[in-house]
């Protein structure tokens, strides 16, 4: 799929950031001197990497008279009312009552109508899908649809130009498109993907064990942006062939994440977005010696 990513990539690009990465060492955070690439996609438009998504579906897809609609836990949603106020379309966004006040706030801010309500993402998603079928707007899908999935992956091709010489890429869990994106692009390059996701949202680990997607617990700190019910359809087998593994983290671990990235490098993240660095610090993936690292830090949407 990297030939699609990258005609993806060159429709966007005036729309998204090229965003920057910090090449640091593993020993700054206190773990081994190993090398460590941030990849800070938590600096993109609307705060997370779901605008890049957003504006592949929005300029490669018919978008009626009733707009778009989209459910999210609040990032896809900012991302989509960010790229539907940058593209003049009418939004309307369905987010459950979980979402953080700050997400809400940005979606507001780009004029998008939101409506909130059930407790978690699968309930904002049903509400949104009859609003689609009664309105006849386009929905915009937070994991689960191709244009998706192909904009998420754009970050992974950017990555590979910015920090060649990776050796592994830690990506956030959670319906699974970014995951998905990332490895589409890396897949088969010998560059290893490893998926991190919270113990009290496993999705794509119980997806694995049961050879399909199937649902999963939903909570957690990051309930907001890694817990859906399931993992993504078209994604599993993605990860079926091009993930290597999926780690498991405990919630604790991504608040030390989240200080730790403030504390060493200034970086707001919000719990999400510290997901994947949350499984270094914590030791549940050990990288060997001298093997570079690269952490995708997917969103900033929260308050300090």
């Known amino acids: 799929m990297q030939s699609e990513i990258t005609r993806v990539h060159g429709?966007?690009?005036?729309?998204?950031?090229?965003?920057?990465v910090l090449q640091t060492m593993g020993s700054d955070a206190g773990l081994a001197a190993f090398p460590l690439t941030l990849k800070l996609e938590s600096l993109q438009h609307s705060g997370s990497f779901k605008a890049r998504g957003a504006f592949t579906n929005l300029l490669t897809r018919t978008v009626p008279a009733a707009g778009v609609a989209a459910a999210s836990g609040g990032n896809h949603g900012a991302a989509v009312a960010y790229a539907a106020m940058r593209l003049g379309v009418p939004a309307k966004i369905f987010v459950p009552t979980v979402s953080s006040p700050a997400k809400v706030a940005r979606i507001q801010a780009c004029g998008a109508e939101v409506v909130i309500g059930g407790e978690?993402?699968?309930d904002a998603l049903a509400t949104c899908d009859q609003y689609v079928a009664d309105s006849g707007a386009m929905s915009v899908h937070a994991y689960d649809q191709i244009e998706t999935?192909?904009?998420?992956?754009?970050?992974?091709?950017?990555?590979?130009?910015?920090?060649p010489s990776v050796h592994t890429v830690l990506v956030a869990v959670g319906g699974g498109g970014l995951l998905g994106g990332v490895a589409s692009w890396y897949g088969g390059?010998?560059?290893r993907v490893i998926g991190v996701e919270p113990v009290t949202a496993p999705t794509l680990t119980a997806a694995l064990q049961a050879g399909r997607p199937v649902d999963a617990p939903a909570g957690g700190i990051a309930a907001d942006s890694l817990a859906?019910?399931?993992v993504g359809q078209l994604m599993f087998p993605i990860a079926q062939q091009h993930v290597e593994r999926v780690v498991l983290v405990e919630d604790e671990d991504i608040v030390r994440a989240q200080q730790a990235l403030w504390d060493t490098y200034r970086l707001v993240v919000e719990p999400g977005g510290a997901a994947a660095f949350a499984a270094i610090l914590s030791g549940k993936y050990q990288p060997s010696a001298n093997e570079?690292?690269?952490?995708?830090?997917?969103g900033a949407n929260t308050q300090r």
Do not use: K, W
Not at 149 to 163: D, P, V, Y
Not at 292 to 298: G, K, L, R, Y
């Open 149 to 163: 999935i192909l904009g998420q992956g754009t970050l992974a091709r950017e990555l590979s130009e910015q920090a």
């Open 120 to 122: 978690g993402y699968a």
């Open 189 to 191: 390059t010998g560059t």
């Open 292 to 298: 570079h690292v690269a952490v995708i830090v997917c």
């Open 228 to 230: 859906p019910r399931q």
């Open 11 to 20: 429709i966007i690009r005036p729309y998204i950031r090229q965003t920057p």
